[in-house]
Structure formats: C-alpha cells, structure tokens
C-alpha cells in the first residue's frame, strides 16, 4: 500500500497548492532566511509547521511538487507506524489491513488528503509517540514504584513528540490527551508527570526561542489570543448546522471503509477479550473525535487526526471476522475476511477514480475545491515573479498566500490573509488600520485584487472600512495590467499587459492584477 498510494501521489505532485499550503509555503521560505514566523505574515497556527515546511523546500526544492514529494515520504512513515500499532495490538495480518486503510483514507480527497496540511505531519510524531509510551508501559514501568532511567527516557521522548506534533497542529493535543486518559486510568501519575513534562520541553523551547529574538508578545497575541478569539467564534449550534454538509463530502466515497471500522468499534466496546486493545482504542478513539470538534469547524482536514484510530479500529474489524468466519468456514473464511477489507479499500478508490488517476492538476484542484482561484494563482504568481525584482514587494487583496510563494516576492504587509479583517471578532478594525497603513507604507510595485467570495467570507458584523479605502488606493495609484476571469468551472480567460487595460470580467469570479503608476 505504501509504494501504491506512493505512485498515485507522484502522478499528483504538480497538483496547485491551497491556501494553507501557500501560508506554510511562504512562511517556511521566510523562515529559511533567518525571519520569524509573525515577522513575516500574521497565522494562528504555532510555528512548527513552518519548521516542517522550511525543512521541505531545503530538502526537495521550493516548488509544489517538492512540498508533496516531502507529504508523500510523510504519509508512507505514518503508515508503517499505523501497521507497528496494529501488529503489537492484534497481530501481523490486523496490522496490514490498519495500515492499508490508513494510506487509503489519507489520500483521500475527502479529506483533503491530497494537501500537504499540517494534520498529516502532526499525525506522524503522534503516532510515534503512541509507539514510544506502549513500548514503555509494555516493559512493566507503568506499574513500578520506581522507575529505571531507561523508562524514565522513553516516557520524556513520549511527551516530546506528543509536544512537536502539537507544534506542528494545534488539534493535535489530542495525541497528548490520549496519553492522560490511558496512564490517568492506569493511576501511573508518575509515568503522566514525566509524560506532560516532556511534551512541554519543545513548547518552552520555541516560547525561549521567540522571547529571546524579542517577538514572544506577537507569538502570544496570534497563537493565544486570537486563536480564542477566533475559536469563540461559532456557537455549538452553528457547528452542528454545518456539520451534515461536511460529513455528505465525506462519507459517500469512505462509507465502505468507515462502516468497517465501525464495526470494530462495536467489537472493541462489547468483546471482553479485546479489553486490552479496548484500553487504547477507545481513548483514542474519543479524543480524535474530540480534537475534530475544536472550535465547532468541523473542516474537512482536521478529520485526518481520526484517521489512526479509525485504521486500528478496522484491524480489530478484520481480525475478529476472520476469527469468527474461520470457525465455520475454515481457511475460507480467513480469505472471505480479507475479501471484506480489499472490497472496502477498492470502493474507496474507485469512488474517487476520476480524480486519482485521470484528472489533470487544474482539474483536480477545482474538483476538490470548486471556484477557489487555485490554479490561476499559478499563473498570477509566474506573472508577479517575471516583472519584479528580488527585492520588490507585492499585495494580495484577498486570502491567497500561494501567490506570494509562486511569486517569491515579499509581501506587502504581514496580513496574507483576508479573513481576521472581517470576523466577528474585537480586534478586527484595530487589523483593517494595520493593514491600511502596511500597504501605504510599502507601496507595493503589484497589487492583486481577489474577487472571490471564499477569499474574503466577510461577515455582516465586521467593519468594512479596508474595501472603501482599497477603491480610493486603487483609482489614485494603480492600473490593471491583469485579468484573469473565472467562466466557468473548466474556463479561465487570462489578459496580461495591453490586453488587460481597461477590460471589465464578464464573470463573478475574478483577479485583477494592479501595477503602481507612481
């Protein structure tokens, strides 16, 4: 399973980006050259993500195809730390039929899992740590009085990782809280204590790192309280509102997939002899689930962090039916078995066929993401980086990061995103000013604007002072020398230069392209 979604993702490098591939993308390319995240754009996210994305564009190059090589390398290690769980908790066959969900799931453009989101990299140092702390609670340590220096080593590495992957996914404290629920119900106080002290040794560090360079205040202010800000955002109600359109694109291709794993679910609850196995999985399980809800978003991608346990969970479904059926049918029920576990996987892949294995990138990208100007922001940001210098500084109006990292240009004010400016949230205005004087100040030789209503999702209740000050910027100090005009879902009309002068989109779906006249 690794070397076959290996080589559906290879034929999938070239793929555009997202929007939160672009931020990490150029955040990381920032970061390589000796700038703080917060110093370059303005995120909620913590900065270990933009760690994992300035080691990707060493290591493969600064392109799309370098980010998803590195995702592809990701995924494939996860997987075989999903197939070391399953074997060390059911045994060599559960563990394969865990691991082939795992790579399966996770491609999936269900998921999103075409992206190089952060949840995939969070995913790897959990489950390694999960490997870490089982290994330690395996060799008698858990229960001791009193612990060797050995156990005392793995239960620190333990909670270092379950730290690195919260650095890298905000969600993926759910690794963490597994480890309390699993050695808090085991009364290993001293186990969790060393645990929690290890997964704070990588958060203090980078809380060092930044205050030592003086941008601690600005670190607190975007991961802290913003993020608060932004997670109080929606009401439970409104989370469940949206809910069932998330779970109707989830569901339909997996749903072969996901009713195995709940049937191990049943299996693993009600089978006295799986209590062991139950001591992992179900707090694995709850706080996966949990770590979905956060904020009551429910976005497509934070489903990855439940894709481990779902994968074990199917182990448990595939051992027990292969038990249960070698009972009456013998050695063919141990085939019927794994028929049931090849025929789920198969309906997986094959509901998803065209955009695996047929569509092109472009078209990929707009079947998993509709009208977001992915792929035209390839051709935006060539344009930007052919007719600047190096040093010359560009604006996006709008939420398309990618741009800046296609263009490999600076932005012109640290807010790569649009959305903070319009959220229902205090410091919205305060953020308009900001981003009002950023752009008067740096007088960017290229303005791009973004007429895309998911670039912006302005809410009735933010203030909306930057779109009127933008008209007046627009008309006293630019012209357009691009347009790209977003027909139809399989039509971009693209004007550069002379062509673009003076042209009006005949869609509602667009990007012009501004160039400063003074």
Request: with cysteine.
């Amino acid at each position: 399973m690794v070397i076959a979604t290996g080589a559906i993702r290879w034929r999938l490098l070239d793929v555009p980006l997202d929007r939160d591939e672009g931020e990490y993308a150029y955040m990381g390319h920032w970061l390589r050259e000796g700038i703080l995240p917060y110093a370059s754009a303005y995120s909620m996210k913590l900065p270990g993500i933009y760690a994992v994305y300035a080691g990707l564009l060493k290591l493969f190059g600064e392109t799309s195809s370098g980010i998803r090589l590195g995702l592809a390398l990701v995924t494939s290690a996860s997987t075989v730390c999903v197939f070391i769980l399953g074997r060390r908790l059911l045994g060599p066959w559960p563990g394969v039929a865990a691991a082939a969900t795992f790579a399966t799931l996770t491609l999936s453009p269900a998921f999103l899992g075409l992206a190089a989101n952060a949840e995939h990299f969070a995913v790897l140092p959990g489950l390694v740590g999960i490997i870490v702390l089982l290994s330690a609670a395996r060799a008698g340590s858990i229960d001791a009085g009193s612990m060797s220096a050995g156990s005392v080593v793995s239960w620190l590495a333990a909670g270092i990782l379950f730290g690195l992957a919260i650095l890298i996914k905000q969600h993926a404290v759910c690794f963490l809280l597994f480890a309390v629920v699993f050695l808090g119900v085991s009364r290993a106080l001293r186990a969790l204590a060393f645990v929690v002290a290890g997964a704070l040794v990588p958060v203090a560090a980078v809380a060092v790192w930044f205050a030592s360079a003086g941008a601690f205040a600005r670190l607190w202010f975007w991961t802290v309280s913003y993020a608060l800000a932004y997670a109080s955002i929606r009401s439970p109600a409104d989370g469940l509102a949206v809910l069932p359109d998330v779970l109707g694109v989830m569901l339909p291709p997996c749903m072969a997939s996901l009713a195995l794993a709940a049937v191990g679910a049943v299996f693993t609850v009600w089978d006295r002899d799986l209590r062991p196995v139950a001591r992992v999985l179900v707090p694995l399980t709850l706080v996966s689930l949990l770590s979905t809800s956060i904020g009551f978003y429910f976005r497509q991608q934070y489903f990855l962090l439940l894709i481990p346990a779902l994968s074990l969970l199917t182990g448990v479904a595939v051992d027990e039916l292969s038990h249960r059926l070698e009972r009456r049918l013998g050695r063919l029920g141990v085939w019927a078995a794994a028929a049931v576990i090849v025929l789920a996987l198969t309906h997986t892949v094959w509901a998803q066929r065209a955009i695996l294995f047929r569509f092109g990138p472009a078209a990929i990208a707009r079947a998993v993401y509709g009208g977001n100007p992915f792929p035209e922001s390839v051709a935006v940001g060539r344009y930007l980086r052919e007719r600047t210098a190096a040093g010359d500084r560009v604006v996006v109006m709008g939420s398309e990061p990618e741009i800046y990292f296609y263009a490999n240009r600076p932005a012109g004010t640290r807010y790569i995103y649009m959305y903070p400016l319009f959220e229902p949230q205090p410091y919205a205005g305060a953020m308009q000013d900001e981003l009002i004087r950023d752009v008067e100040a740096a007088a960017p030789r290229f303005v791009v604007y973004v007429n895309v209503p998911t670039s912006w999702l302005v809410s009735a209740a933010a203030p909306r002072r930057v779109l009127d000050w933008f008209d007046t910027y627009r008309d006293a100090h630019l012209e357009q020398v691009g347009l790209v005009d977003m027909l139809t879902p399989t039509l971009t009309m693209v004007y550069w230069d002379g062509q673009a002068l003076g042209r009006t989109p005949r869609s509602n779906l667009w990007l012009a392209v501004y160039r400063r006249r003074d």
